[in-house]
């Protein structure tokens, strides 16, 4: 139904959408993002590209820089498919719902699209910590691990920006250290939520919702 609403929305709108797509296709790789780690600490050993105002944000340029936006979007292509063939696990009953997977798939799936995209703001982070506290206010969820992870994000993200922003931009080595950790810790994030969501779809001899394995037989139990 999404899908289909969606499609006619764009249809109605054609121009409007047909303008959208090509601002973003048109748009580079932000220095903030995962896909530009690589690139911001090639920086501190000569890389020959550039750090350029566009699109209302730092981007990459040159340099190869295009490395970094078609990894962005094979990651989002495959981040997509992967979200989308768990809908369809889940709708043919293949996967049994449980309900903490109401608050924890969705923090999982943005986690991943924040790591794949382009464009990663500091703002973002508010979607991930926000879904991150509905999980924890569930009682039972498989993401408390990756809660902590992401209010560590969080924290090194406001240090990134506001506080240490001028630095980055001038390729300071320590700024760009804080930026790596940050974007390695959302990676680590977004790759354990997977994995704990994972893990009690299968569970092995612990079920990670709970302390031990005599909780978790009661659980099933119950």
């Known amino acids: 139904a999404a899908v289909a609403v969606l499609a006619a929305v764009c249809a109605i709108f054609a121009s409007g959408t047909a303008s959208f797509l090509a601002h973003q296709n048109a748009r580079g790789v932000e220095i903030e993002s995962v896909a530009a780690t690589p690139f911001m600490i090639w920086r501190q050993a000569g890389w020959p590209g550039r ?3 566009q699109f209302g944000a730092w981007q990459l340029s040159g340099g190869h820089a295009a490395l ?5 979007r094979l990651g989002l292509v495959l981040v997509a498919a992967v979200v989308i063939g768990w809908q369809l696990l889940i709708a043919s009953g293949r996967v049994r719902w449980r309900p903490e997977f109401a608050a924890d798939a969705p923090l999982a799936a943005t ?7 382009p464009v990663l703001r ?3 982070l508010l979607w991930v910590t926000g879904l991150a506290a509905v999980c ?3 009682g039972r969820t498989t993401q408390r691990p ?3 992870a992401v209010l560590a994000a969080a924290g090194l993200t406001q240090t990134i920006f506001p506080i240490l922003w001028r630095g980055l931009l001038d390729g300071s080595g320590a700024v760009t250290d804080v930026l790596a950790a940050r ?9 354990l939520s997977c994995w704990r969501i994972v893990r009690v779809i299968s569970p092995g001899p612990e079920d990670p919702l709970s302390g031990g394995p005599d909780h978790a037989a009661e659980a099933d139990v119950g």
């Open 122 to 124: 500091p703002q973002y």
């Open 136 to 138: 924890l206010a569930t």
């Open 68 to 72: 970094a936006q078609d990894a962005s």
């Open 51 to 53: 750090v350029v105002f």
């Open 111 to 117: 986690l991943l699209f924040l790591v794949a995209s």
């Open 183 to 191: 974007n390695v810790l959302l990676a680590v994030a977004a790759t």
């Open 146 to 148: 990756v809660a902590l």
